[in-house]
């Protein structure tokens, strides 16, 4: 779609463009593991940070982004045999440091990793709950964890759910914070065949 753009926008001979995808993410396709089967279920919950650079943040989304944290902890602590562990994104952005009291504050034994490589999170987890506070952001934790072989979840911090490629082909299981986050959850952490269902439509898609 980049390449339409500037072919259609700015008469670039195509000729001239090169197309190579994220070369940023080789080290991905060469890092797939499969995990050994456990009875404890490990979520990573990768919460994305609220920025000041869409000019759309203010205190009714840092309301949501918060209530949807702390609902998504609670509904895992329901079952047994489940633990969640955070990953924070890697750039020292202010509301980094916010979600890290706001997880410490609901369960300061979940472990919330920050600089540790995110090739070796998502690999050791079973599954992977992206919250997204702009509905546009798609985070690349989205596209590491498709790579990956990890089945998916994004939570989308707004009524409108974008219609992007990934969403289309099913590759992300994309919901909105305001739909039942308990059934959505529920489905992710034990349907066996939607989460395969989910890791097939990643790999065409990826």
Do not use: W
């Not at 197309?19 to 080789?26: C, L, M, N």
């Not at 602590?77 to 202010?94: D, T, W």
């Amino acid at each position: 779609s980049k390449k339409k753009f500037m072919i259609d926008e700015y008469n670039i001979d195509s000729s001239k463009i090169i197309v190579t995808g994220s070369p940023r993410h080789d080290d991905f396709f060469n890092s797939r593991l499969v995990k050994k089967p456990s009875k404890e279920i490990i979520v990573l919950l990768a919460p994305n940070p609220i920025t000041q650079i869409s000019g759309l943040s203010n205190s009714d989304l840092e309301s949501k982004f918060e209530n949807t944290i702390r609902k998504i902890i609670l509904i895992l602590k329901e079952f047994k045999n489940i633990k969640p562990i955070v990953k924070l994104h890697a750039s020292q952005l202010p509301h980094n440091k916010k979600i890290k009291s706001l997880i410490n504050q609901i369960d300061s034994n979940i472990p919330v990793y920050q600089s540790t490589p995110v090739i070796d999170t998502i690999n050791n987890s079973d599954i992977v709950i992206v919250v997204t506070p702009e509905s546009f952001g798609t985070s690349t934790m989205l596209l590491e964890s498709m790579i990956l072989g990890k089945p998916t979840m994004n939570i989308i911090l707004d009524k409108d759910i974008p219609n992007y490629n990934h969403i289309k082909q099913n590759a992300v299981y994309t919901i909105s914070y305001n739909d039942n986050l308990i059934n959505c959850i529920k489905k992710m952490l034990f349907d066996e065949q939607f989460k395969n269902g989910i890791i097939e439509n990643a790999d065409i898609f990826v």
